[in-house]
């Protein structure tokens, strides 16, 4: 009866310390919307500085590019963002976007949001020298079209000059 009591017990603490050892190791795999914020209804808010297409399913030869550059607030470099519409959800009218965020001389994440709606902002937030997540109030993108069939989204960036970064609360 002890050896089982004890056996029971050296499972229990070898799984605690495999759960902490792997919290340790991979700290940042909270969840698919990382760095993207969906602000519903944000269409005719903003100043508008750009406008992309955004094609179901494309590749890299495609001739119209979601790219979006932009001063990066934080550093003397320049970040990039490139969404791309991946998927529609019929259910609920909605598409999903996969949205590559690349940060001058940090990294490159890419992340997905879904449940967006036309007329709804996609908001990216971006690490500070001091690593703290922080975005802006309003989003750097717009959702102003989405084609029936979600084979085609309409993306309007608004002007950087609006955007003033803030801090994310408890990051």
Partial sequence: MKRWILLALMVIVAVAGF???RMNLFPHSQGSQYHLARTPDSAYKYNLCSEAF??????AS????TDYTFTDPFRNSNDTIIPTLQDMNLSDHTVSFSVQIIIGQVATFTE?????????GISIFLPDKQDHLQRT???QFII?????????AVLDYTCPTQWVWKIIPNS
């Fill in 112 to 120: 997905s949001i879904a449940h967006v709606r036309a007329l709804d």
């Fill in 137 to 139: 109030s309003v989003p």
């Fill in 54 to 59: 955004a094609f179901a399913f494309t590749n």
């Fill in 62 to 65: 495609n001739p119209y590019k």
């Fill in 144 to 152: 102003s079209y989405l084609a029936p069939n979600a084979s085609a």
């Fill in 19 to 21: 759960l902490a050892l």
